[in-house]
């Protein structure tokens, strides 16, 4: 925060008004981690973000928290008021013009008084026949004289302000010059439309037009566009507020406003700049009956005008919001009317969730195919050390497996020895013999400078002994009934977790995740952060071990785990000719090709180990028989545990393969 200080420069310190405004946003990484949950839950990657939007985070108000605020202020607009004033305003001066004249009327003996008083007798009963009948009468009262000619200018200034905002201000004691001004900027402006419609450039055009008649657009646009899309709602909202009186009131009005045009001389000028605007704004809602405020208090014409385009803006910021149609798009929010319905706030929290947006694409977390969003690896990477971090978080709250540790360790157990440093190498520094090796080096420098300095031909590493790795086939199933149980999200997630503890913390074991249904077929973890459950049904163990099996052969020399995440027991086998078969309840041919799939593996030297997700009898039985031919175990956890059983069976799998 940077204060001017009279005469000695400036003192800078702490910021201290509201969120550092130079912070980012959000934090990018808590975002992938959400969305990654959002994914391994069974979302896509564009509802997950589209589902983060809404939420928000670090303190920003999401999609939903704003739409809450448009509705409650759309809520607060529908009572604004009635849109029939006008209409009840010229009925009551109509009325007091009537008694005046009546009571100016009934003393007088007169014949022509008593025609006159048959002319008030015989005027139309709708509110717009009586003005209209009234135009020519010779008024005797100068109070009903006075009372109509406010109706005259009450419905001119209203007329023109449901079609031009803040005109009823400017029209307010107007003379004959004010209202030949209106008629000369009403046909400048239907030029200028009309010019802009034709594809013309009008921008030297707008701004003649601004500096000659800029009085009556307070708003002050900065562009033709500008002036169309202000002058387009309002023309919009006002056929809104039509279709939303009744039939009575709709005909009474549209017949006043017929009059006062015609009395301004602007009926023809009028009704061609409607059809201008339209052509210019084809999408906006004319003619549609939508939103009417409906409050006691009575509103004018202009201002049940400007209600009802208020309406419509909130209700189209509210569907902006929404984000609920097809190809939606944070471009699509309205800033201003976002603006003028929440304040700067809101603003600044829409422009946070469309920099969010940017950056997870800029910085490589999302990628954009072909118009399909997906994880990219550096996401997917994240999202299995998070998931592993989990696990081993859950591993250390229950004392079990090993734990996360800092330093990478030595790749096998110390022989004693040492050699020179080569390049690549990943074994630990013998610290004590690489200074050796630098003080023999520079002991016969220079004299009086005894500072050793390390060179890299001084670097010696421990030798240790050479540890065997691991093949680890992770086989998981990917039929239906994982996701009607909701163990689909554990299973994917523990996936990636064991994936990710595989290639980072042991790089010199194997793994191979393998998902199962009607058919097995090999995941990458980047398909598996984004895999659907399989709709076709059959769960085809054997299948799975087949591929399990090859990829084992292609690790001899390592030791073979074969671990099996799965809700049910084989529906599904090969035929001879490859194609699958499935039959519910299992068939013994299924049951026997897949013990036979079993009995090879186990042939292999592998554990398989299985971790049962539904305690069904038949279930437990069969796994209990498989594993009891490959010399493995069963585990049935539960599915918020399966990564932390999973996990650990590997690492004590090691530990014990190592140890024979």
């Known amino acids: 925060m940077v204060r001017p200080r009279p005469g000695r420069g400036y003192r800078y310190g702490r910021w201290r008004g509201g969120p550092?405004?130079?912070?980012?946003?959000?934090?990018?990484?808590?975002?992938?981690?959400?969305?990654?949950?959002?994914?391994?839950?069974?979302?896509?990657?564009?509802?997950?973000?589209?589902?983060?939007?809404?939420?928000?985070?670090?303190?920003?108000?999401?999609?939903?928290?704003?739409?809450?605020?448009?509705?409650?202020?759309?809520?607060?607009?529908?009572?604004?008021?009635?849109?029939?004033?006008?209409?009840?305003?010229?009925?009551?001066?109509?009325?007091?013009?009537?008694?005046?004249?009546?009571?100016?009327?009934?003393?007088?003996?007169d014949d022509a008084a008593r025609l006159a008083e048959a002319e008030l007798d015989a005027l139309p009963e709708d509110t717009a026949g009586a003005v209209?009948?009234?135009?020519?009468?010779?008024?005797?009262?100068?109070?009903?004289?006075?009372?109509?000619?406010?109706?005259?200018?009450l419905l001119r200034r209203e007329v023109l302000d449901s079609s031009f905002a803040n005109m009823k201000q400017a029209l307010e004691n107007a003379t004959e010059q004010d209202v030949q001004a209106v008629r000369d900027m009403v046909a400048d402006l239907s030029s200028l439309i009309d010019a802009h419609n034709r594809g013309e450039d009008t921008d030297e055009r707008f701004r003649e037009f601004m500096e000659k008649h800029g009085q009556f657009f307070p708003d002050d646009p900065q562009s033709v566009d500008e002036l169309i899309d202000s002058l387009a709602r309002r023309a919009a909202a006002q056929e809104r507020m039509m279709a939303g009186l009744s039939p009575e009131q709709r005909a009474e009005l549209a017949d006043l406003m017929a009059q006062t045009m015609s009395d301004l001389g602007l009926a023809s000028e009028m009704a061609h700049l409607q059809d201008a605007l339209r052509q210019a704004r084809p999408d906006l809602p004319w003619g549609q009956r939508g939103q009417v405020p409906d409050g006691e208090q009575a509103l004018g014409l202009g201002d049940a005008t400007s209600a009802v385009a208020e309406l419509a803006d909130l209700e189209a910021l509210s569907n902006q919001l929404s984000q609920g149609y097809a190809g939606a798009s944070l471009a699509d929010v309205d800033e201003e009317l976002l603006e003028q319905a929440l304040g700067r706030d809101a603003v600044a929290d829409l422009a946070a969730l469309r920099q969010l947006e940017r950056e997870l694409e800029r910085q490589g977390y999302l990628n954009r195919s072909d118009g399909k969003l997906e994880l990219s690896p550096k996401a997917v990477r994240?999202?299995?050390?998070?998931?592993?971090?989990?696990?081993?978080?859950?591993?250390?709250?229950?004392?079990?497996?090993?734990?996360?540790?800092?330093?990478?360790?030595?790749?096998?157990?110390?022989?004693?020895?040492?050699?020179?440093?080569?390049?690549?190498?990943?074994?630990?520094?013998?610290?004590?013999?690489?200074?050796?090796?630098?003080?023999?080096?520079?002991?016969?420098?220079?004299?009086?400078?005894?500072?050793?300095?390390?060179?890299?031909?001084?670097?010696?590493?421990?030798?240790?002994?050479?540890?065997?790795?691991?093949?680890?086939?992770?086989?998981?199933?990917?039929?239906?009934?994982?996701?009607?149980?909701?163990?689909?999200?554990?299973?994917?997630?523990?996936?990636?977790?064991?994936?990710?503890?595989?290639?980072?913390?042991?790089?010199?074991?194997?793994?191979?995740?393998?998902?199962?249904?009607?058919?097995?077929?090999?995941?990458?973890?980047e398909t598996l952060a984004e895999l659907s459950v399989d709709t076709l049904q059959g769960?085809?163990?054997?299948?799975?071990?087949?591929?399990?099996?090859?990829?084992?052969?292609?690790?001899?020399?390592?030791?073979?785990?074969?671990?099996?995440?799965?809700?049910?027991?084989?529906?599904?086998?090969?035929?001879?000719?490859?194609?699958?078969?499935?039959?519910?309840?299992?068939?013994?041919?299924?049951?026997?090709?897949?013990v036979a799939e079993v009995e090879r593996v186990a042939r292999s030297g592998a554990t398989l180990n299985v971790f049962a997700l539904d305690p069904e009898p038949s279930l437990v039985h069969f796994v209990h028989d498989i594993t009891a031919r490959a010399g493995g175990r069963v585990f049935t956890p539960d599915?918020?545990?399966?990564?932390?059983?999973?996990?650990?069976?590997?690492?004590?799998?090691?530990?014990?393969r190592r140890a024979r």
């Open 20 to 109: 550092d405004p130079l912070a980012p946003p959000y934090d990018l990484g808590s975002a992938v981690d959400e969305i990654g949950d959002s994914v391994l839950g069974g979302s896509g990657v564009r509802e997950a973000l589209r589902e983060l939007l809404r939420r928000g985070m670090d303190g920003r108000r999401g999609l939903d928290e704003l739409r809450r605020s448009v509705r409650e202020r759309l809520r607060q607009a529908r009572t604004a008021g009635r849109m029939d004033g006008t209409l009840q305003e010229v009925r009551e001066l109509l009325d007091r013009a009537l008694d005046a004249e009546r009571r100016a009327l009934f003393p007088d003996p």
């Open 132 to 153: 209209r009948a009234l135009k020519d009468y010779p008024f005797r009262s100068a109070e009903a004289r006075e009372a109509y000619q406010q109706i005259q200018d």
């Open 382 to 525: 994240r999202l299995g050390a998070t998931a592993l971090r989990r696990v081993f978080a859950e591993l250390d709250a229950t004392g079990r497996g090993e734990h996360d540790v800092a330093d990478a360790g030595a790749a096998g157990e110390l022989t004693g020895a040492s050699r020179e440093w080569r390049f690549g190498d990943e074994q630990p520094l013998d610290v004590v013999r690489t200074v050796r090796n630098a003080v023999l080096r520079t002991a016969g420098g220079t004299r009086g400078d005894r500072r050793v300095r390390i060179a890299v031909e001084d670097f010696e590493v421990v030798e240790t002994e050479r540890r065997t790795g691991a093949a680890v086939a992770l086989l998981v199933d990917l039929s239906y009934s994982m996701a009607l149980r909701g163990t689909w999200g554990a299973a994917k997630s523990t996936a990636m977790a064991l994936h990710s503890l595989v290639t980072t913390r042991f790089p010199q074991d194997a793994i191979q995740i393998i998902g199962f249904s009607s058919t097995a077929q090999v995941l990458r973890p």
């Open 539 to 594: 769960t085809n163990l054997q299948h799975g071990l087949m591929l399990a099996r090859r990829f084992l052969a292609r690790h001899r020399d390592a030791e073979p785990v074969v671990l099996v995440v799965t809700d049910g027991e084989p529906t599904a086998h090969l035929e001879d000719d490859g194609t699958p078969y499935f039959c519910w309840p299992p068939m013994p041919e299924t049951i026997a090709r897949t």
């Open 639 to 656: 599915s918020d545990r399966l990564g932390e059983y999973v996990v650990a069976d590997y690492l004590r799998t090691r530990r014990g």
